[in-house]
C-alpha cells in the first residue's frame, strides 16, 4: 500500500510539507484546490502550481479529494449536463499532471456529519463526535450554526458556508429524491464520467456516506455492501471504484468491514482507503478515537489483513485523528495523531507481511 496524507494547501493548512514528508513511510499528499466554486472546471494552470509545490517538497500528488459534486447532478435537474461535462474536463485535466485517483462523494446537501467538532477525551485529547439523538432535536440551520462555531474559522471540506445559506432551497429541491431517484443519477453521473476515466487512465472512488444512514430526511445511498454493489455493477468499469472509509462505513456495526473490503478488493474496486478507528457507544451514536484497536471498536489487525490478503497496492491514508499535544488546527485533521496512526498502521502491514513471508 502507498501511504498518503491530507494537505489543505498553502496558506490553509496549518501543517507544512515538510513536516510531513518526516513522517516515516509517506510518500505523497492527497490534495484539493479549494478556491474553486463546486461544479466549474479546475484550472490546469492551478493543478500544476499544486502539483510543483507538492513535488518540490519530495513528495507525489497522485490522489485528489474532493473533486465535488454539483447538487444539480444529485438532484437530476436539466442543468446537471453542463455540469458533467465540467466535471470530464476536470479529469482531463488532472490527468495531465499524473493525478490516478479522484475521490469523491454522493450525499446530498450535507458532507460528513459531526454533532461536537472537540469532545474532551479524559486524557484531554480533543475528538469529533456524532449523536443522531440531537439531531433529531435541532434543525439543519441550527446543526450548520454549531459546525461553523466549531470550525475556528477554518474551512472544512465539504462545507461551503455560502452553499449552506441556501439551506431551504435546497431541501425543498430533495422532496421529490428518494434513495432510487437519488441512485439513478449517481448511475447517470458515473455513465457521463467513467468514460473519460478510462481514457485518461483515472480512477474514480467514491467516499461512503458518513454517517451511513439518512440524516434530517435526506437519502443516503452509499451505505452499505449491498448499496454499494449496485451502482459499481451497473457501471461496470475497473475504473468506476470506491474509497473505503472504514470510519464511515464502521459507524454502523452491521458493516463488517474486514469482509468488504475482501470482496470489493476481490473486485478490483478499491483505489483509496481511509483507515481509522471509532467508539460506537450505542446506536446512531460514536466518537473518533486514535487507531489502535485497543482504543476503538474495531480491529485494525483484521483491517489491515484483510488489504494484504487481497494484495492491495492502492493508496492509504490515516483519518481524523485526535488534537493532542496542545496543537491547534482543523479538527481531525492534526499533524501528531495522524502521524501516530501511520507508523501504527505500518507496523501492522510489516508484521504481517513477515509473519506470512516467514512463518506461514
Ligand atoms: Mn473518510
Excluded at 478490483?268 to 478507528?277: D, E, M, T, V, Y
Amino acid at each position: 500500500m502507498k501511504m498518503v496524507f491530507r494537505w489543505y494547501g498553502e496558506g490553509n493548512d496549518p501543517i507544512t510539507l515538510e513536516q510531513i514528508r518526516q513522517i516515516p513511510g509517506v510518500v505523497g499528499v492527497v490534495g484539493a484546490l479549494f478556491d474553486v466554486p463546486v461544479g466549474e472546471v479546475w484550472p490546469l494552470e492551478k493543478i500544476k502550481h499544486l502539483k510543483d509545490t507538492v513535488e518540490s517538497a519530495g513528495l507525489t500528488l497522485e490522489v485528489i479529494e474532493s473533486v465535488n459534486v454539483h447538487e444539480d447532478i444529485k438532484l437530476g435537474l436539466s442543468t446537471r449536463d453542463r455540469y458533467i461535462e465540467n466535471y470530464r474536463e476536470t479529469i482531463r485535466n488532472l490527468s495531465k499532471v499524473g493525478v490516478k485517483v479522484v475521490c469523491y462523494n454522493f450525499m446530498p446537501i450535507f458532507d460528513w456529519m459531526r454533532t461536537d467538532l472537540h469532545k474532551k477525551l479524559p486524557d484531554g485529547s480533543e475528538v469529533m463526535e456524532y449523536d443522531h439523538s440531537l439531531i433529531e432535536n435541532i434543525t439543519p440551520k441550527e446543526l450548520v450554526r454549531r459546525v461553523k462555531e466549531g470550525s475556528a474559522g477554518l474551512v472544512l471540506p465539504g462545507w461551503e458556508w455560502d452553499r449552506l445559506e441556501k439551506l431551504e432551497q435546497t431541501f425543498e429541491l430533495y422532496k421529490d429524491v428518494d434513495e432510487k431517484k437519488l441512485l439513478d443519477n449517481l448511475i447517470y453521473f458515473l455513465k457521463g464520467v467513467i468514460p473519460v476515466c478510462e481514457e485518461c487512465d483515472v480512477k474514480l472512488a467514491i467516499h461512503p456516506d458518513d454517517p451511513p444512514w439518512s440524516i434530517f430526511g435526506l437519502p443516503r445511498i452509499v451505505t452499505n455492501r449491498e448499496n454499494i454493489e449496485k451502482f459499481l455493477k451497473a457501471v461496470d468499469s475497473p475504473y468506476n471504484g470506491l474509497t473505503l472509509c472504514m470510519g464511515s462505513l464502521g459507524a454502523n456495526p452491521n458493516n463488517n468491514i474486514p469482509e468488504m473490503i475482501r470482496y470489493f478488493g476481490r473486485m478490483g474496486r478499491i483505489h483509496f482507503a481511509h483507515l481509522r478507528n471509532l467508539k460506537i457507544v450505542e446506536r446512531g451514536k460514536f466518537y473518533e478515537t486514535a487507531h489502535p484497536s485497543f482504543c476503538g471498536s474495531h480491529d485494525m489487525f483484521e483491517v489491515v489483513k484483510a488489504f494484504h490478503d487481497i494484495g492491495y497496492n492502492g493508496y492509504v491514508r490515516p483519518d481524523h485523528g485526535r488534537m493532542i499535544w496542545g496543537e491547534k488546527g482543523r479538527p481531525g485533521y492534526g499533524l501528531y495523531d495522524r502521524a501516530l496512526g501511520i507508523t501504527y498502521l505500518l507496523g501492522l502491514w510489516e508484521a504481517i507481511d513477515k509473519m506470512k513471508e516467514r512463518y506461514c
